[in-house]
């Protein structure tokens, strides 16, 4: 069982760019799902979480820049990215948990294989 994100590529500065997650099964519609995303060198990091009642949690660093969004009638879930930076160059994972908990604490039992978001300056 493996989560799809797609969306990914590169773009300038200040552009936007929108990823996507497609979850296999309806049963992704109840757990927490987001995204992570790691830097060469750097450590994985907590980007956006949103829960299957909608509420959201974000990293400070993509906070008023970054909007995550679900769809659950379609198994979805979206990360609007706007005013990229160059900072914001990472794979960028999808992922999904029963718990919020785990989620944020980057243990979720599912994951995406990731896709690359490059931003030039």
């Known amino acids: 069982v493996q989560l799809q994100a797609s969306g990914g590529g590169l773009e300038q500065a200040g552009e936007s760019m929108r990823l996507s997650c497609a979850a296999p099964g309806r049963i992704f519609m109840s757990y927490v799902m987001g995204w992570f995303r790691q830097a060469p060198g750097k450590e994985r990091e907590f980007v956006a979480a949103?829960?299957?009642?909608?509420?959201?949690r974000y990293a400070d660093s993509v906070k008023e820049r970054f909007t995550i969004s679900r769809d659950n009638g379609k198994n979805m879930v979206y990360l609007q990215m706007n005013s990229l930076k160059p900072e914001d160059t990472a794979v960028y994972y999808c992922?999904?948990?029963?718990?919020?908990?785990?989620?944020?604490?980057?243990?979720?039992?599912?994951w995406g294989l990731g896709t690359q978001v490059t931003v030039s300056s």
């Open positions: 992922a999904a948990d029963p718990s919020l908990i785990q989620f944020l604490g980057g243990r979720s039992n599912f």
């Open positions: 949103i829960t299957w009642r909608g509420s959201t």
